[in-house]
């Protein structure tokens, strides 16, 4: 498996921007999918954005669609999220994760970090 360290959460106002990243371990990091998931106080996980191993293809939740963008830097074995135009109801734990495995979407993530807390106030 590969170790996944989440950083860059922490308490913004509503309209603001944060950027989140997660470094990798491993020296396959450009095989796996990526992907960013969050959960907020009472409720389930819930997927947020992935990018292939290439970056050449991402994916988004609606509600975070036009206002998030993840990307990569494989040779730095990092993932970033940057959340633009944050709203109170982005407000959770974000949590990186991995797919070692598949080749194309819909991945399944099976590796996942610690998570960064992100608290937006309106």
């Known amino acids: 498996q590969v170790q996944l360290v989440e950083s860059g959460g922490g308490s913004v106002q509503a309209g603001g921007s944060l950027r989140l990243s997660c470094a990798a371990s491993?020296?396959?990091?450009?095989?796996?999918?990526m992907g960013w998931f969050r959960q907020a106080p009472g409720k389930e996980r819930e997927f947020v954005a992935a990018?292939?191993?290439?970056?050449?293809?991402?994916y988004y939740a609606d509600s975070v669609k036009g206002r998030f963008t993840i990307s990569r830097d494989n040779d730095k074995n990092t993932v970033y999220l940057q959340m633009n135009s944050l709203k109170s109801e982005d407000t959770a734990v974000y949590y990186c994760?991995?797919?070692?495995?598949?080749?194309?979407?819909?991945?399944?993530?099976?590796?996942w970090g610690q998570g960064t807390q992100v608290t937006v106030s309106s």
């Open positions: 994760a991995a797919d070692a495995f598949s080749s194309a979407w819909p991945y399944e993530f099976d590796s």
């Open positions: 491993g020296r396959t990091f450009s095989s796996y999918a």
């Open positions: 990018v292939s191993w290439s970056g050449g293809s991402t």
